[in-house]
Each structure stands twice: as C-alpha cells, then as structure tokens.
Nanobody, 126 residues
C-alpha cells in the first residue's frame, strides 16, 4: 500500500521545538518532491515547506522561514520537518505529501500527488 505516515506532533510551549517525521511505505521516496502542509482550525490547508527529490532544494512559507527546516533521508525513506521557536499560530494538523516542489507549493493552495494521510497534531500553547 502506497502511503505516507506523519508522526512527531504534540503539545509544546511557545518557543519550543518539535521534529515531525514523514515515513513512506509501498514506494521509494527518492524520486519525489515532498511537502509539508498544515491546516489550522477554521482555516484553509496551506503549504509550509517542500524539498525536491534530487537537488534537495527547499522552499518555505514566509511565516515559518528561519524557524522551520525540512530535510530528507532517502535511506530511511523519510522526510523531516524540524520546527523551532514555535508560536501559537503554528497550531495545526500537519500533513506530508508527495508534490512537485516549487515555490508555488508554499504560496498557492495545495496540489499533491496521491491522497492525504491522517496528519499529526501540533499544539503550541502555554
């Protein structure tokens, strides 16, 4: 079964850090760009960051630039999102998905390859 499974979310205080993981199964992640997306309560889903397959170019939404870092470990078929200096506005369900990774991913409504997974909940609150 082709799927991506997100994990690593949780409750964290403002200023704290979390690392999200996105593990692929049923296919090799090497050949795909991967994006992280999020959906906050009452808001549209938005692109947070993405990473290309070969060159590992990365793109970030302005709201997370300088605080979040996306990376990939193809040997583990996994993409990560390191989130530092978290803010209450980062509270959302975070999803990963295969995507054609360009600047458009973090500036336009999400377009992905395949379907959405369950996501992982991130809550930033004191």
């Amino acid at each position: 079964q082709v799927q991506l499974v997100e994990s690593g979310g949780g409750l964290v205080q403002p200023g704290g850090s979390l690392r999200l993981s996105c593990v692929a199964s049923g296919f090799t992640l090497d050949y795909y760009g991967v994006g992280w997306f999020r959906q906050a309560p009452g808001k549209e889903r938005e692109g947070v960051s993405c990473i290309t397959s070969v060159d590992r170019n990365t793109y970030y939404a302005d709201s997370v630039k300088g605080r979040f870092t996306i990376s990939r470990d193809n040997a583990k078929n996994t993409v990560y999102l390191q989130m530092n200096s978290l803010k209450p506005d980062d509270t959302a369900i975070y999803y990963c998905a295969r995507t054609i990774c360009t600047k458009v991913v973090v500036t336009a409504p999400p377009k992905i390859l395949g379907s959405w997974g369950q996501g992982t909940q991130v809550i930033v609150s004191s």
